[in-house]
C-alpha cells in the first residue's frame, strides 16, 4: 500500500443503466473525491456514494470514492466488492482512530495526485478533514448530511464537532427536510443548503421472481405472509417494537413471519426478546446479507420501525420492488409515503399503530396491490437516481461557476 492509500480499479460486473452513455472517452474533467468513515460494511449512505461514479461519468466528472476504515477491517472486503459491481474507483485509506495523523498525509497524497476539484464529505471526520486539507490543497467543499440518528457514548461530540464545520462548506447537501433545517440552524447559511433526497437505480431494482418463488429460495413458507425489515441491529432501528407487533398479530391469529435482515450489537437483546415472547419459530435474524434483493421479494410486507432516520434508502428499495410498506413518521419518510396512498405511516413508537397497520394490510389484498403499484410509480417519478445524478452535476457545475 502506498502513503496515499490503495487504488482499486474494479471491473465491469454491473451492466450499464440505460441513462449512462457507453464507449465514452476516459474523463479528464473536474474530479470529485467522496470522503467518508467507515467501520464493517458501511450502511445506506454506501449505496448512493458507490453507485454516483458510473452515473457522473456521462456527465462530465471523474468521482473517486476514499474510505477510512479501521485496518484489517474486513467490512472493508465487502465494500470493496460492492465497488467492484458498480465500477467505482475506490480507496483505502487505514485508519486507526482520532490521532492517526497518517490519514491527514494519505488524503493531502491523494488530493494532489489525483488532482481533486471538489472535495464531497459524508460525515463529522471528513467534514473537518475537508477544512483542514484545503488549507494545503486548492479545491472546493460540498458534504452531504445523511442524518445524526445513531447516539453513542461519543456521538453528541462528533456530531457537535459536524455542526461547527458544517458552516464553511460551499454546498451542504440535506437528503430530507427535517436536516435542512438542522443545518440551517446550525449556522449554515440558507444560500448553501440544499435539499436533495435518495435515490434508486430503477434499472437495478426491478423485480425478477414471483413472492412464491423467492419465499421458496430462502426456505419460508409459502402460504404465510412474511413481514420483513433491513437494517443495522441498534436501538433507534425500533426492531424490538417490531418483534413486539409480531407477537400482537400472532395473538389476533395472524400465521406471520418475521425476517430481520442486518447485523449490529442489538442482535444478543433482540434474541432474548424473541425468546421471552416464544417467537423462535417465526422470527428469523438473517444477519448480513451480500443479496438483501432476494429477502425484499420475499416480502408481502415492509415494516420500517425506526425511531430516528433520514431518508432510509430501504423504504426506496422496498418500494422500488413493489413491496409494500409500513413504516414510522420519521424525518424525510412523510414526503415520499402518503398515507393510505402509497404506503401507510405510523408514530415512532406506537406498538397498537404499528400493529393495526400491518394487521390492514395483510387482510387487504386490494390495498397491498394499491400499494404496490404506487410504490413503484412513486420512485421512478419522483426517486429515480439519473435524476437524482443530474441534479448533483446542476449543483457542482453551479459551484465550479464561481
Known amino acids: 500500500m502506498d502513503t496515499a492509500g490503495s487504488l482499486i480499479h474494479p471491473p465491469a460486473l454491473l451492466p450499464d443503466s440505460p441513462e449512462i452513455a457507453r464507449g465514452a472517452e476516459p474523463i479528464t474533467g473536474p474530479v470529485i473525491l467522496d470522503a467518508r468513515v467507515v467501520t464493517g460494511a458501511g450502511g445506506g449512505p454506501e449505496k448512493t456514494i458507490l453507485n454516483s461514479p458510473r452515473f457522473l461519468e456521462s456527465l462530465g466528472y471523474r468521482m473517486v470514492c476514499a474510505y477510512m476504515h479501521p485496518p484489517g477491517d474486513p467490512g472493508f472486503d465487502v465494500l470493496t466488492r460492492q465497488a467492484a459491481k458498480y465500477r467505482a474507483p475506490l480507496l483505502s485509506i487505514p485508519d486507526r482512530g482520532a490521532w492517526d495523523w497518517r490519514v491527514v498525509t494519505r488524503a493531502l497524497a491523494i488530493c494532489r495526485r489525483e488532482n481533486v476539484t471538489v472535495w464531497h464529505g459524508h460525515d463529522y471526520k471528513t467534514n473537518a478533514l475537508g477544512l483542514l486539507l484545503k488549507r494545503l490543497w486548492p479545491m472546493r467543499l460540498v458534504t452531504t448530511v445523511h442524518g445524526w440518528v445513531r447516539h453513542t457514548r461519543r456521538t453528541p461530540l462528533y456530531y457537535r464537532i459536524d455542526q461547527l464545520c458544517l458552516p464553511y462548506y460551499e454546498r451542504v447537501i440535506c437528503v430530507s427536510d427535517d436536516l ?10 440558507a444560500k448553501n443548503c440544499v435539499l436533495l433526497e435518495n435515490g434508486i437505480d430503477t434499472a437495478e431494482y426491478s423485480r425478477v421472481q414471483t413472492l412464491a418463488d423467492a419465499k421458496a429460495t430462502l426456505d419460508l413458507p409459502t402460504d404465510a405472509p412474511v413481514i420483513g425489515a433491513v437494517g443495522r441491529l441498534s436501538p433507534e432501528k425500533g426492531f424490538d417494537v417490531l418483534i413486539r407487533a409480531a407477537h400482537a398479530l ?132 419522483r426517486y429515480n437516481f439519473a435524476t437524482r445524478m443530474q441534479r448533483l452535476k446542476c449543483l457542482y457545475d453551479e459551484l465550479l461557476a464561481q
Not at 425484499?296 to 430501504?314: Q, T
Not at 415512532?348 to 396491490?369: H, I, K, N, Q, W
Open 180 to 189: 435542512l433545517d438542522a443545518c440551517l440552524a446550525a449556522g449554515v447559511p
Open 250 to 381: 400472532v395473538a389476533q391469529g395472524h400465521d406471520v413471519r418475521l425476517v430481520i435482515v442486518g447485523e449490529g450489537d442489538e442482535r444478543a437483546n433482540l434474541e432474548r426478546l424473541i425468546r421471552e415472547l416464544d417467537l423462535g419459530a417465526r422470527v428469523r435474524l438473517a444477519g448480513w446479507q451480500t443479496n438483501v434483493r432476494a429477502y425484499f421479494e420475499a416480502m408481502d410486507v415492509f415494516a420500517l420501525s425506526s425511531l430516528r432516520e433520514g431518508l432510509p434508502n430501504v423504504v426506496l428499495e422496498a418500494m422500488a420492488l413493489g413491496v409494500p410498506v409500513v413504516s414510522t413518521r420519521v424525518n424525510g419518510v412523510p414526503r415520499l409515503i402518503r398515507d393510505g396512498h402509497n404506503g401507510a405511516l405510523v408514530d415512532p413508537g406506537d406498538l397498537d399503530g404499528l400493529t393495526a397497520a400491518l394487521a390492514g394490510l395483510l387482510r387487504s389484498d386490494s390495498r397491498r396491490e394499491q400499494f404496490r403499484a404506487a410504490g413503484r410509480r412513486t420512485v421512478e417519478t
